[in-house]
């Protein structure tokens, strides 16, 4: 039996050192086994074009098979943008909502923002907030994601105090 994980540190180690064509092999071979790990950087690597052309359809292909495998909060939010990508913003919407029901502390703040300027969903303030309070309440959120939140509720801060009179 192929051992799916030494396929993917096998990619991980050949893409650091900049072995493309040797990292796309092996994350192909995990992925064609069904390792969501491997489906979602062989997803990526086409995302971005990494070493190969960028080719959308076929990252959204493996970014979905990721999802349907593992419900992996990662290939939801690469979903999410590349719908938003595309201008498909309630599908945005819908997928990073999917990631953060999946542990995605950073899908929190795209919601928010969703919210905030009515992207793919009904503009709510009160829900924004909601999202925001939520987020920067989570331990593991990226410190970029953090600031962000910090920024936003910053914004809200004179508005609310104005709002109320003080």
Do not use: H
Not at 42 to 61: H, P, S, T
Request: net charge neutral; aromatic share 10%; hydrophobic share 45%.
């Amino acid at each position: 039996m192929i051992n799916t994980e030494a396929l993917f540190r096998i990619g991980d180690a050949a893409e650091d050192a900049g072995d493309y064509e040797r990292a796309r092999q092996a994350f192909e071979k995990g992925a064609a086994l069904g390792d969501v790990s491997c489906l979602n950087r062989l997803a990526y690597l086409f995302d971005v074009g990494i070493g190969v052309e960028v080719d959308k359809a076929f990252a959204m292909r493996c970014y979905q098979r990721a999802w349907r495998r593992g419900r992996c909060y990662v290939a939801a939010n690469n979903i999410a943008v590349l719908y938003r990508e595309s201008g498909n913003l309630k599908a945005m919407f819908q997928w990073f909502e999917r990631a953060a029901e999946q542990g995605d502390e950073d899908a929190l703040v795209e919601l928010a923002k969703c919210y905030l300027d009515g992207l793919g969903v009904r503009r709510s303030i009160d829900q924004a907030l909601r999202r925001l309070a939520a987020a920067a309440s989570k331990p593991n959120l990226f410190e970029a994601s953090r600031e962000e939140v910090g920024a936003l509720l910053a914004e809200f801060r004179p508005k609310v105090i104005a709002g109320n009179g003080k």
